[in-house]
């Protein structure tokens, strides 16, 4: 069964930082690209991160938005994959959960290609974690 937990939400002031980490299961973690969503209330869902299966390049790929401030990482010892976010604004409050690349139609799964605009293509995700960034 694949599984994907996310964790390390938290209540920061604006500036701060935050890891979140997304632990996996049930697949063959290096041969799948992850991708970190979030959704605030009341908005669409909006990508922030995807990063490349091990097995392909692990290449990285961000949202406009988070550019120069959040890092995706693999941590392949551990099946996880980590969200590092610094200089936090209050725009970034949110849910945040993962997904793996699992659903893909095309088979394109270790690939970030379309990570954006094609978020079906994820479809294994975890319950979510919450960021909340106060000014």
């Known amino acids: 069964e694949v599984q994907l937990v996310e964790s390390g939400g938290a209540s920061v002031q604006a500036g701060g930082s935050l890891r979140l980490s997304c632990a996996t299961s049930g697949f063959a973690f290096e041969d799948y690209s992850i991708a970190w969503f979030r959704q605030a209330p009341g908005k669409e869902r909006e990508g922030v991160a995807c990063?490349?299966?091990?097995?392909?390049?692990?290449?990285?790929y961000y949202a406009d938005s988070v550019k120069d401030r959040f890092t995706v990482s693999r941590d392949n010892a551990k099946n996880a994959v980590n969200l590092q976010m610094k200089n936090l604004r209050p725009e970034d409050t949110a849910v945040y959960y993962c997904a793996a690349r699992t659903e893909d139609p095309d088979r394109l799964f270790r690939h970030c290609t379309h990570w954006e605009t094609q978020p079906f293509r994820f479809g294994s995700r975890g319950q979510g974690t919450q960021v909340t960034v106060s000014s």
């Open positions: 990063i490349s299966g091990a097995s392909y390049d692990d290449s990285t």
